[in-house]
């Protein structure tokens, strides 16, 4: 049972390039988030997806694009990338409607250079 | 979005102590956690405690949504509690606002 599986765990983009963060889970979770986390400061929402087909705008949505592939899978993905999103990012799922948490993969650490 | 405050920001202890972690937000929720951000950067989800009191071993928590905050009480701290405590709240669909974290170091 692995949980929730991100990769790749570490990465350098030069700007302008492009990437796409992958992110599944073998849990049977319905929702699944992307969030960033940023030195000294809490996580933010990058999107969301409530359920399989649906997706959704989190605090921070500006310069990313998601895709929720099935149930299991959610990708990130940064189309022209800028210094400003240097950051870890962490993706996370929730098993919606029961009293449990989330569950986060162990994050991805990106620098654009 | 919802205002989240954590307190206190830094907090070193020597092993054996309890310490109280306050979580304030600034809008009605129903939906609250506390994680623990290890030493290496990986989030394990503490409790989902939108409102009443859970305990899980050493740790407990206390929600009382009414007055609009939250308490994590961790007791005889040791080493491996040493990290960043976060607590995040929501109240409408799956958005969910993280506060600033409280540092804990737990010394030998």
């Known amino acids: 049972n692995a949980g929730v599986t991100q990769t790749p765990k570490f990465q350098v983009l030069k700007t302008g390039q492009s990437m796409t963060l992958q992110c599944a889970q073998d849990?049977?979770?319905?929702?699944m988030y992307w969030y960033r986390q940023d030195p000294g400061m809490g996580l933010r929402l990058i999107y969301y997806?409530?359920?399989?087909?649906?997706?959704d705008k989190g605090e921070v949505p500006n310069g990313y694009n998601v895709s929720r592939l099935n149930k299991r899978e959610f990708s990130l993905r940064l189309e022209s990338a800028a210094p400003s999103q240097t950051s870890v990012y962490f993706c996370?799922?929730?098993?919606?409607?029961?009293?449990?948490?989330?569950?986060f993969g162990s994050g991805t650490r990106l620098t654009v250079v | 979005g919802i205002q989240v405050e954590q307190s206190p920001p830094d907090l070193i202890l020597q092993e054996g102590a309890n310490s109280t972690l306050r979580c304030n937000f600034s809008?009605?929720?129903?939906?609250l956690q506390w994680f623990h951000q290890n030493p290496w950067g990986q989030l394990i989800n503490l409790f989902y405690?939108?409102?009443g009191t859970k305990q899980n071993g050493r740790l407990s928590a206390t929600t009382v949504a009414t007055e609009r905050y939250s308490l994590l009480y961790i007791s005889s701290s040791q080493t491996t509690d040493s990290g960043v405590y976060f607590c995040?709240?929501?109240?409408?669909?799956?958005?969910?606002?993280f506060g600033t974290g409280t540092s804990l170091t737990v010394i030998p």
């Open positions: 996370a799922s929730q098993f919606a409607q029961v009293d449990y948490g989330y569950t």
């Open positions: 849990m049977n979770h319905n929702s």
């Open positions: 997806s409530a359920s399989e087909g649906t997706t």
């Open positions: 809008d009605s929720v129903n939906n």
């Open positions: 405690i939108p409102s």
């Open positions: 995040a709240v929501g109240n409408t669909g799956n958005q969910f606002y």
